[in-house]
C-alpha cells in the first residue's frame, strides 16, 4: 500500500467552537499541519490504545481522513515548546464502536507523544488525547512520515479478554495460527477460526511453580497430538503437558534451580523424540532429554558450560541434516556460543575458530538464508553497544563477513528481540529487531522501517498468507502492500520423526529459485512464533517442487502444490521411496568476487547466468564446479545451472 509521495489534498482544520472537541460526535476535523488543543476537559476515551496504564478521566477528540495511502506520524513533541506529558488513542470505525489502531505515550522527549503508524485513504481516523498523565494544554502535530516503497503496513487489534499473549502459534492442529497467553493458574488461547473470528478458551492448571517470566516454548514432546507448553522462569522451568484430547493439562516442575533465559523444544540426540532446552544465565545451560517413555531426564553440560546465555535457537548451520545449536550471550560470558550437532546429540563449540567469540552483547540472533544460497546466515543483533553482525554461511558451517555498507551494519537501534522472516512476501528474509523492520534488498543490503511495532511472536492470526505480530493484549495484523505478492505455507507433521517435524527442512523451487526453512520451537529471546515453513513468491504462481528433509535424514519431494495455501504434509506420504538427501546444491562464496564454486551438481554442468531484468549475461560450461564472474558487473544475479536435463536456479550476488 506503499504509494509514490504526492502533493496531499487534505481537509483543513476547521474553526473550533467552545465544545467542539470535547466528544467524538463534536470530533473536530484535523489535516497535515500544526494544532493548539485546549485543556483536557472532555469526554474520556472508551479503550486503551495507548498503553498498559489506566485509561484518563477526560479527553480530546479529533478526526483525521487521508486521501491517500500513507505512514503518519502525531506528535505532541514541539522544539521550543514547552514538554507537556500526553497520551494519545488513535481509532477505526464509528462512534458507537471504535476499535483501536495504535497509539502512543512517552515516545518523545519531556514523556511526549509521537505516534507513528499506516493509514489508508478514505478511512476515518479518531483521535483521542487523554488526561492520564496531565490536563494542561498542548500543541500536537501530523504529518507524513517517510518510508521504504517495499514496506508493509501493520494496523493494531486488540482482542478484549487477553493479557501477556508469548504465542502465535497452531495449539488445535487446525492449520491456524492462535494467540496464547500463559498465566500463572491458566492459560488463555484465542482460537483463530476460519470466519476470522477469535473466541478465547481458558484452561486451568495448576499454579505454575515457575511463571513464563523471561520465555515461552511450545511443541508435543509425548506426539500424542496435542501441543505441550514450556514456561521458562526465573528459578526454573514448568512444563504444561495436554491430555489425550487436549483438554486438560498436567504440570510437571523440575526441581533444579535454573535461572531460564531462552526455551526451545528440539530433538537433540536425533532419535525421534522432542526434547527440551533452556538457557541458563548463571551456570551451564540444561536438556531435558525425552526418554520415550513419557519422561523428560533433567540432563547438564555439554550444551555450553559457562553462564551469561540468553538467546538459544536451533537451526542447521552446516547442512549435515541435523540440529546445532547457536546461543547469543551476554553478561558475565559475553562469548557466543555456535555448537555444531555430530548427529548423536553431543555438540562442539566453532565458535572460537569462526571469530565469533569476541565478547559481542546479544540477547538472539536472527537466523535465515538471506542471499537464498542453501544455507543459514545470521544477523547477530546487539542488547547494547551499537554492532549489529551480519554473516554470510558458505555452506558447510564457516562464515564471512556481509561487506561494509549492508546497511545492517549502519543501523544504531538496539533490542532483545531479533528474528527472520518474510514479511513481504517478496521471497527474501527480513529481519525485525533494534526497533524497526529490515527489508532484504536482494542484493545483500537491507533497508530500515521504524515505523513496524516491535519484534514478538510471529504467525498468521487472519490467514490471509502475510504474518503478523503478536503484542501485549492482541495483534498487529500485517495488512501487505500494493504488490500483492503470493505465497505457500508448508506444516509437515512427523511419524518416524517428532509429530512436529522440528528439525526439519523445507525446501521449495520456484522461478525465483530455491528457498529454505528450518522448522523451530523457539526463535528470538522471549516469545513462541507459529511452527511451519511460511515462504513468500513474489509474484511467481508456480512453485514445481516442494522438499522435506525429515529430522530422521528421509527425504520426500512434493509437485503442483497449490499456493496461496496452506499444505500440512505427513511425513511417509509421498509416492516415491524416501532415500537420504544428496549433496545438497549450494554456492560459495556468496557474495562472490572472482568465482563461484557450486556442489550437489556434475562439475562440468552446463550454465547461463541472468541479471535482475532476467537478461542472459553471461554462459558457459563449468570447470571442475567453478564458474568464473569477474566479468560481471556487482549486483544481484541468477544462475542457472543445466545438469542431465535438470536445471537448478539459485540466486548470487557479485560484490
Known amino acids: 500500500m506503499a504509494t509514490p509521495r504526492t502533493a496531499l489534498a487534505l481537509a483543513l482544520l476547521l474553526p473550533v467552537a467552545a465544545t467542539a472537541q470535547l466528544t467524538c460526535a463534536d470530533a473536530v476535523v484535523v489535516g497535515i499541519g500544526t494544532h493548539t488543543a485546549p485543556p483536557v476537559t472532555g469526554a474520556a476515551p472508551g479503550a486503551n490504545c495507548g498503553g498498559v496504564f489506566n485509561l484518563g478521566t477526560h479527553g480530546l477528540w479529533y478526526r483525521f481522513t487521508p ?24 481509532y477505526r470505525g464509528p462512534c458507537d464502536a471504535l476499535e483501536c489502531h495504535a497509539g502512543g505515550d512517552d515516545e518523545g522527549p519531556g514523556y511526549t507523544t509521537i505516534a507513528t503508524f499506516p493509514v489508508l485513504a478514505g ?3 479518531t483521535l483521542v488525547w487523554d488526561d492520564t498523565w496531565s490536563a494542561q494544554g498542548f500543541t500536537f502535530t501530523v ?6 516503497v517495499n514496506v508493509v503496513f501493520f494496523t493494531l487489534q486488540i482482542v478484549s479478554g487477553l493479557s501477556n499473549v508469548m504465542g502465535l502459534v497452531d495449539m488445535n492442529d487446525d492449520g491456524l495460527d492462535d494467540l496464547v497467553s500463559p498465566n500463572d493458574v491458566n492459560f488463555k488461547v484465542a482460537h483463530q477460526q476460519p470466519n476470522g473470528t477469535l473466541p478465547i478458551t481458558t484452561y486451568p492448571t495448576t499454579t505454575a511453580v515457575n511463571a513464563a517470566g523471561w520465555s515461552f516454548a511450545v511443541g508435543d514432546w509425548d506426539s500424542n497430538g496435542h501441543r505441550d507448553l514450556m514456561y521458562g522462569g526465573g528459578n526454573g522451568a514448568t512444563f504444561m503437558t495436554a491430555n489425550a484430547t487436549g483438554t486438560a493439562f498436567t504440570q510437571f516442575s523440575p526441581p533444579q534451580y535454573i535461572f531460564c533465559q531462552r526455551t526451545n523444544f528440539a530433538d537433540l540426540n536425533n532419535d525421534g523424540h522432542l526434547d527440551a532446552f533452556t538457557c541458563h544465565d548463571v551456570d551451564a545451560n540444561v536438556a531435558f532429554i525425552n526418554n520415550g517413555a513419557g519422561q523428560l531426564v533433567f540432563t ?22 541435523t540440529n546445532d545449536l547457536f546461543v547469543a550471550k551476554c553478561g558475565c560470558d559475553p562469548e557466543d556460543l555456535l555448537m555444531l550437532n555430530n548427529g548423536t546429540g553431543t555438540f562442539a563449540n566453532t565458535a572460537p575458530a569462526l571469530g565469533l567469540a569476541d565478547g559481542h552483547q546479544s540477547w538472539s540472533s536472527a537466523w535465515g538464508d538471506y542471499d537464498n544460497d542453501g544455507d543459514m546466515d545470521v544477523l547477530i543483533g546487539a542488547s547494547s553497544g551499537t554492532v549489529h553482525k551480519l554473516l554470510y554461511n558458505n555452506g558447510d558451517g564457516t562464515f564471512v563477513a556481509a561487506p561494509a555498507g549492508n546497511g545492517m551494519d549502519q543501523w544504531t537501534g538496539l533490542s532483545v528481540e531479533w528474528t527472520a522472516h518474510d514479511f513481504n512476501n517478496d521471497g527474501w528474509i527480513d529481519v525485525l529487531g533494534g526497533q524497526a523492520m529490515h527489508y532484504n534488498n536482494h542484493d545483500g543490503t537491507f533497508s530500515h522501517d521504524p515505523v513496524a511495532p516491535h519484534n514478538q511472536a510471529v504467525g498468521d ?15 498487529y495484523r500485517n495488512i501487505g502492500n500494493d504488490h500483492h505478492y503470493n505465497h505457500i505455507r508448508i506444516h509437515p507433521r512427523g511419524t518416524v520423526s517428532n509429530r512436529d517435524a522440528i528439525g526439519a527442512r523445507v525446501t521449495i523451487t520456484s522461478a525465483l529459485g530455491t528457498q529454505i526453512r528450518d522448522i523451530r ?33 528421509d527425504v520426500e519431494t512434493f509437485t503442483d502444490l497449490a499456493i496461496n495455501t496452506t499444505h500440512v504434509i505427513e511425513q511417509g506420504t509421498s509416492t516415491a521411496v524416501a532415500q537420504p538427501a544428496p549433496t545438497p546444491f549450494a554456492l560459495a562464496p556468496n557474495p562472490a568476487h572472482d568465482h563461484l564454486t557450486f556442489t550437489g551438481a556434475a562439475p562440468t554442468s552446463t550454465y547461463a547466468v541472468l541479471d535482475a531484468g532476467g537478461r542472459t549475461v553471461l554462459t558457459g560450461q563449468a570447470t571442475n564446479g567453478r564458474i568464473p564472474v569477474q566479468a560481471l558487473r556487482p549486483g544481484a544475479y541468477v544462475l542457472q545451472l543445466t545438469d542431465a536435463g535438470a536445471v537448478r536456479n539459485a540466486r548470487f550476488v557479485k560484490r
Do not use: K
Open 67 to 90: 486521501t491517500a495511502n500513507m505512514v503518519l506520524t502525531v506528535s505532541s513533541y514541539n522544539i521550543g515548546l514547552p514538554a507537556v506529558d500526553t497520551r494519545l488513542h488513535v
Open 123 to 125: 478511512t476515518t481516523y
Open 143 to 148: 504529518q507524513e512520515s517517510t518510508v521504504p
Open 521 to 553: 520451537s523457539g526463535d528470538g529471546f522471549a516469545y513462541m512464533s507459529h511452527i511451519g515453513a511460511h515462504f513468500g513468491l513474489g509474484a511467481d504462481t508456480v512453485v514445481t517442487a516442494v522438499s522435506i528433509r525429515w529430522p530422521n535424514g
Open 300 to 321: 547438564q553440560g555439554g550444551y555450553g558450560t559457562t553462564c551469561g546465555n540468553y538467546g538459544s535457537i536451533f537451526t542447521d548451520i552446516d547442512n549435515n541434516g
Open 461 to 475: 492470526i487472519d490467514n490471509d498468507g502475510l504474518l503478523d505480530l503478536a503484542t501485549f493484549n492482541g495483534y
